[in-house]
């Protein structure tokens, strides 16, 4: 256990380090909060509500968005599969202790360390200037504190499922580019998922995109916020068998090129 949180802390550190890029990507957070801020504003000029949502919960969604950005898409998404082509991903499979577990921690520190320092600062700044709808007392701020946590495991998750493609193909980003505008939209990234259809809607709902960050949306907007915390939970244990099973595929397939 003393390693996994030595290595959950090294990530933390590693990922604060980069101060100019914590600096850009406020600034990037900003900028496109601001703009999309202003789409809304006026989609609810005329209007009291679109799909159940108010301009309050609209907003939510916005900065939830911005400061959740760089941990859904983390920077680092092809770092796993850059180190299985050239072989150095050999190492975490020889080293002692848990290799899924290590990868975890690490990324999970690094993941923490933007929650602390963008998702946190985004949405604190967000909320003294506009009308969101956050949670107001401490077991609400504890149970999406706990919410945004769980969206990070699911990210890592998913940026180990795509990296892992790396065992098997060399031509694992292309795989990626062909989901990737599916995932853009059903995740709530290019709208909230609740001003999709109805029958779209349900099918979206039960994926495994909704914890990324419509279920962190309603979780701070207090709209079924058990429930979407009970979906997220039910995703990381699916896909942490998902990648468990691939890592052992993978470590009985695997081929270091090159050598």
Do not use: C, K
Request: aromatic content about 14%; proline content about 5%.
């Amino acid at each position: 256990m003393r390693s996994y949180l030595a290595l959950l802390g090294a990530g933390f550190q590693r990922q604060t380090s980069y101060r100019l890029a914590l600096a850009a990507g406020l600034a990037t957070n900003a900028f496109f909060g601001v703009v999309r801020t202003a789409v809304f504003f006026a989609l609810y000029r005329e209007r009291d509500q679109v799909a159940g949502l108010d301009v309050a919960d609209a907003l939510t969604y916005v900065w939830v968005l911005e400061g959740m950005f760089a941990v859904v898409w983390a920077p680092w998404i092809w770092e796993m599969a850059e180190a299985i082509r050239s072989g150095e991903f050999l190492v975490e499979l020889l080293r002692p202790g848990d290799p899924y577990l290590r990868l975890l921690a690490f990324d999970l520190g690094r993941t923490l360390s933007i929650l602390v320092t963008r998702t946190l600062p985004t949405l604190a700044v967000a909320a003294l200037v506009l009308d969101l709808h956050l949670p107001s007392t401490l077991g609400r701020l504890a149970l999406l504190a706990f919410s945004l946590v769980l969206a990070a495991l699911v990210s890592f998750q998913f940026r180990f499922l795509f990296g892992s493609a790396a065992f098997w193909t060399p031509d694992y980003r292309s795989m990626f580019m062909l989901v990737f505008p599916v995932l853009w939209l059903a995740s709530g990234f290019v709208i909230p998922v609740d001003y999709f259809p109805e029958g779209l809607r349900a099918l979206v709902d039960w994926s495994p995109l909704i914890p990324l960050l419509m279920a962190p949306v309603r979780v701070a907007t207090g709209r079924a916020a058990g429930l979407a915390v009970a979906g997220q939970v039910a995703w990381v244990a699916l896909l942490w068998l998902a990648g468990r099973l691939v890592l052992a595929a993978a470590g009985r397939r695997l081929v270091v090129h090159g050598g």
